[in-house]
């Protein structure tokens, strides 16, 4: 099933998907029950049947739902048998759940349902806070309850462990019908509607879900404990109403509007993470006193409305503090029902041609969107069917038991020359249009061709439904006039007529249906070029945003499906002779006008090309503020053809003009800055990295920087003489800012003498925004964002800003380029004091941080003051509490400590005076670059075997392993040069969640939990890639770790308090090592390579002006007899954040004529790595520090 899709029931029951990537309907499985309406999530949809039953269809993946069954074994100590079963009177059951007050034995833990099995047996848990206990796996204490821990003591009297056992949801893709085990007698009424939503209320992983439902008498139903590891819930909760209620809809947060048999609507208060089904009920009065409310339907910040009479309004003023809005605004167009979905998009269908109508220009600032336009998407099974229909097409013939209205011209009138693609004709994709065009007098003008006429596009973008009546007698049609054009204006309105009398009872389904097939085909409910009839819509998984291109209104050149495929077929075969023969011709042409002028010698050009503008240079002197600068870019061609440029910065100081200039053979990156207010970025040479001080610029508008970092980055890369995709053993990293950056490694970069200093690296920007980026020798490269969407590399380089700012190919390939989007979140936290007269209030001390401010308290951050990082950056969210914070939080959201700063907790103490609150808001990005979305994963984590170009993997894929968002570990299969995305997901099971993962060149994998342990996989091979077991390895003392990575025969891992870490001991006979070696502090992120090299991004790297945050470092020394390395070399930075050698195989090439070099410079006295001069590598015996 598609991750983004839009669902329908048809008049008939039949539940069909329309994915955001597709054209056609799909059949949902199951096809044998029929159902009345459906409400859909991204991962599943809820329907009711017509037996009136409920059923939950969850969607597959390559993840399996596991839910953990937990019992405890308690046991005491009594002076005769030691431990034992025999318990006192007063002690809790012997076995029992955790917190033992109910009884809960091995075999009393049954199904839940018959959608479950079993995945394994009962089996001890030995793992305890991260550390591995005993071997029983009892952890003791003094009595129950109490601290329990892993050591015995003399005083233990009680202990306890755990047995786990893991259950697994097996009914995916398919419709599971909801069990109940509630009172026979207090059982749910049937119901008739039901809808899925509260998704957003919490940003928890365990995605919990609101599923409300309204009964055949009227009563509302709520559905306890819905989440994504239980998909059915437990029970059905009754909840008061003030009246009957006969249809209801839950948004993805907190709005819930419901719909009474009076035409009230009613509004429920007080839904928030702590108390999902709200408190209260308001009455909201209808739009008119004569025609009530029938059908209602929320998002986020919207409301719509369809009232008796057809009518359809929209709710102005809702939001989060006034879920009932302020008043009613009428949109033109006749509904049965409305739907919004994601991104308050907004679906409905006409009440009398029963075809599903998008809502076309719906945005954050105008939610009520323009227009409503037709989906002419036909059904899959459509496809496969060539009746009559497609017979009289293909020949030419189109006959009808119609006579055409005098309505009709031939020739197209001048209001059809607006745009073809925007000709009406939903209900028949082919030249049938033309013969059923005279529907209604709103038609006229669909009349465009004649019976000879050619195919129109099958598109219809309208105000308001069309109606379909048949007719048995010529009808003349009025012609509009230019302002009676129903996409002249945004919700025109128009009368409306009576219907006729359609045949069978429904709407007669216009097109080809007049043709009489549909007695030729009983079996099927439509003809093979009918447009089904819906019943219902449900847009709630269906995710269509801003740059989503939709398939849906189109179908190729208005041709019935065979005819698309005959077209298809026939054209490669009719354009390929002549092609072939032009390019021939074109060939020889050439060479025949070049022959008489090869003896002449090549011209080279020398000329100098110049390029100035107006920018802002941060003047790194007193007064230490922008100034005002004329720049200039001087590129010259020299005589072999290579080009340089010199970059001059004109600024006055004291009414003297002066300059600065940069050789840009001599630049070593050019990185945008992240900056509220400008569009600045910086320059760096080797002197100005090891400095931590660059040449830092600003333009004036975003355009203009980019044209400039298109430029510059173009004319370093003609400097250096590169260009095109990176190598596949280049070296990648990621800044804070989420851009991402490319090295070419030289051979001198891992020598182990005379290595070459990394901060002459040369990075060039790529094209996209990732968080995390990995790579591996064969040029498989993949990257995760900050909203965990997983990116692969498509081969392309550029993007972003250089697409937009230079010629194609030079800065930016001209294929492979994709839109990316990217979410993060920009945090705030509010602070308070405690005082004896008022409590806790916003009134702190002189000497306390702001009682709004960052995470350090240092700056002010008030919610109308805080921007998105950059001006690239939009919001896409209000602000709202982050209960997921280290320490856990209340159920406000506070956390409590004695003073400002310490050490947060969720509850509140009698020594705790401060708290603090944190606030959360979304904002998002929209670039291009070289990726291309994994779907439907989120991912955390992700490693790439790092192999050498050309290794030989005997036919077997490239092992990809990664760590989903809920902590599952996952293994990638099918990845290969050919296709680096691979086909599937392996879910390799574990007992807790993970965090990192790192797989290394012989296929040893490691990893990390959450409560930070550490973890080997066992008889991982390409034969078994996701290996047989999990060994248990001990963490560093009283240390947590979070990452881990692993080279040749290196396993380096990372704790939470910056300690990098490095396994002793590991060996191919024993490869889980024995013991942590502590290597150094101020490290946030290390990366080993195939060579066992190891880079890190350091915390604090002192620079001649200040602290350098997130500088790539290059550890040296790193020999196979000394594996730990000697020292730091110190690269770029600061605000660099991720970095991936695990491409990088290029050794050192040392020949004869090099050693004796070597030699003789020895001999004569020459420093072979001179300190003194730039570029010399910087070495720290000891761990990075201040």
Known sequence: MPNSALWAVDLFGKVHTLSTAGQHWELCRDSQLEFKRVSATTQCCWGIACDN??????????????????????????????????????????????????????????????????????????????????????????????????????????????????????????????????????LPDPFNDLSVGGWEITDEPVGRLSVWAVSLQGKVWYREDVSHPNPEGSSWSLMDTPGEVVQISCGPHDLLWATLWEGQALVREGINRNNPKGSSWSIVEPPTSENGIMHVSVGVGVVWAVTKDRKVWFRRGINSHNPCGTSWIEMVGEMTMVNVGLNDQVWGIGCEDRAIY?????????????????????????????????????????????????????????????????????????????????????????????????????????????????????????????????????????????????????????????????????EEPYGADDHPLWAWVSGGGCAVEAHTVLKWFTIQSGLSPSMQTLSLSI??????????????????????????????????????????????????????????????????????????????????????????????????????????????????????????????????????????????NLSCCESRRVHGRPSPQAIWSVTCKGDIFVSEPSPDLEAPEHMLPCDQMFWRQMGGHLRVVEANGQGVVWGIGYDHTAWVYTGGHGGGCFQASSPPGLASSTSNIYTQSDVKCVYIYENQRWNPVTGYSSRGLPTDRYMWSDASGLQECTKAGTKPPSLQWTWVSDWAVDFSVPGGTDQEGWQYASDFPASYHGYKTMKDFVRRRCWARKCKLVTTGPWLEVAPLALTDVSIIPESPGANRSGHSIALWAVSDKGDVLCRLGVSELNPAGSSWLHVGTDQPFTSVSIGACHQVWAVARDGSAFYRGSVSPAQPAGDCWYHIPSPPKQRL?????????????????????????????PQGSSWEHVSNNVRRVSVGPLDQVWVIANKVQGSHSLSRG???????????????????????????????????????????????????????????PSGVAGAAQEAPGPICC
Not at 1058 to 1067: A, D, K, S
């Open 53 to 186: 039953q409920v059923y939950v269809y969850v969607c597959s993946s390559d993840v399996p739902i596991r839910r953990r069954e937990e019992a405890y074994e308690n046991q005491r100590w009594n002076p005769v048998g030691g431990f034992c079963e025999k318990l006192l009177p007063s002690d809790r059951w012997q076995w029992s759940d955790v917190s033992g007050l109910q009884h809960r034995p091995l075999d009393g833990v049954a199904l839940p349902s018959p959608h479950w099995a079993w995945e394994s047996d009962w089996y001890v848990d030995e793992n305890f806070g991260g550390e591995p206990t005993e071997k029983g796996g009892w952890t003791y204490a003094i009595d129950f309850p109490a601290t329990y821990t892993r050591d015995k003591k003399w005083n233990s009297c009680v202990r306890r462990r755990r047995w786990v056992r893991y259950r697994r949801y097996k009914s995916r893709d398919t419709w599971a019908k909801i069990p109940s085990k509630d009172d026979p007698e207090q």
């Open 358 to 522: 998008f809502r076309q220009g719906v945005t954050q600032s105008e939610l009520s969107g323009k227009t409503w336009k037709a989906i002419v998407a036909s059904r899959e099974c459509d496809r496969s069917h060539s009746g009559s229909s497609s017979s009289l097409l293909s020949a030419g013939c189109f006959f009808g038991d119609e006579v055409r209205g005098s309505g009709e011209s031939c020739a197209p009138s001048d209001t059809d020359a607006s745009s073809e693609a925007e000709r009406p004709g939903l209900d028949q994709p082919g030249p049938a249009g033309s013969v059923d065009s005279p529907r209604n007098p709103r038609d006229g003008l669909a009349s465009g061709s004649g019976a000879g006429g050619t195919p129109e596009p099958a598109e219809e973008e309208v105000a308001g439904p069309a109606i379909q009546t048949p007719r048995l007698e010529p009808r003349p049609g009025p012609a509009f006039t230019p302002a009676e054009l129903p996409w002249t204006n945004i919700d025109l309105k128009e009368p409306r007529r009576a219907p006729s009398h359609p045949a069978a009872g429904f709407p007669e389904a216009s097109g080809l249906s007049s043709l009489g097939l549909l007695p030729l085909g009983l």
């Open 571 to 712: 054209t490669p075969a009719q354009t390929a002779a002549w092609r072939k023969q032009i390019f021939q011709q074109l060939t020889e042409r050439t060479k025949r006008e070049l022959e008489n002028f090869r003896h002449y010698e090549q011209a080279v050009e020398q000329s100098v090309w110049v390029k100035t503008g107006a920018l802002q240079w941060w003047c790194d002197w007193k007064p230490h503020k922008w100034v005002d600068v004329r720049v200039a870019l001087e590129q010259f061609t020299g005589l072999d053809g290579a080009r340089d440029s010199i970059l001059f910065i004109y600024y006055v100081v004291h009414e003297e003009k002066k300059y600065i200039h940069v050789f840009l053979n001599e630049v070593t990156v050019l990185v945008p800055v992240l900056n509220e207010t400008k569009h600045s970025f910086a320059l760096y040479t080797p002197e100005r990295t090891r400095q931590r001080w660059p040449v830092r610029l600003a333009a004036a508008t975003e355009q203009d920087m980019n044209d400039w970092l298109a430029l510059l």
């Open 1042 to 1070: 979070k990452q881990v990575s692993v080279g040749q025969t290196s396993v380096y891992a990372l704790d939470e308090n910056g300690n990098l870490w490095y396994r002793q001991g590991v060996t191919p006979s024993y």
């Open 1111 to 1169: 500088t790539v470092c290059h550890r040296t020394g790193v020999r196979p007899r000394e594996p730990k390395g000697q020292g730091w070399d110190y690269g770029i930075g600061g605000g660099w954040d991720h970095i991936s050698v695990r491409a990088n195989a290029t050794r050192a090439l040392r020949g004869r004529s090099q050693e004796r070099a070597a030699q003789c410079a020895v001999e004569q006295g020459l420093p072979s790595a």
